[in-house]
C-alpha cells in the first residue's frame, strides 16, 4: 500500500491541490499529515479531496478549531504524537522533533518516525531507527516537497511538488 506524508502546508492551497492529484493518480491509501496545515479551509480542502484516512497530528502554527475535526469521518486525530500500524509497520509520528524525547522508542520499536516542523527534508537511520522528516508542501525557505512510503517493501521516496506538476 502507498502512503504518503505530509507536513507544513500553512495554507498553500496550490501546493496542495497538486498533491491531492498526484495522490489520486497514484493511488495513496492513507495520508500521515505532521502538523501546521494552519486554518479550517486548508484542512477542509483536504478532507474533502482525499477519500483514504488522514493521520494527524497538531503543530505549533495551527489555527482550526476542534469542532472541525468531527466534521470529517476521515481524519484520525491523534494530538500532538501518534503511533499507527500498516501493514505490519509501526510507525510514530508528530510535528516537532523535540517530541521524540516524549517517546520510549525501546517499547514502541518503530520502523518509521515521521515528524515536521523544520520544513527541511530528511532521512536518516539512527540507533537502528529511521527518522523521516517530508520537508514542507509550502514550500518555505526550502522547496515544496512530501515523501511516499510504499508499505510492502518499507521503499521510502521524497517527490517535490515541481516534479509532480
Known sequence: MKVAIISDLH??????????????????KKIFCLGDVTKQETLSCLARNFSGDIFLVRGNAD????????????????????????????IAFFHEPEKVKNLNLNKLRPDFVFYGHTHK???????????VNPGNLAGIYYPATFAVLDTKNKNLKLKTINEIS
Open 11 to 28: 495554507d498553500q492551497l496550490t501546493n496542495l491541490r497538486k498533491f491531492l492529484d498526484y495522490s489520486l493518480e497514484n493511488k495513496i
Open 63 to 90: 489555527l482550526y478549531s476542534e469542532s472541525i475535526l468531527k466534521k470529517f469521518n476521515n481524519i484520525k486525530d491523534y494530538q500532538s504524537i501518534g503511533n499507527k500500524k500498516i501493514d505490519k509497520l509501526n
Open 121 to 131: 527534508p530528511w532521512l536518516e537511520k539512527t540507533q537502528g531507527y529511521f527518522f
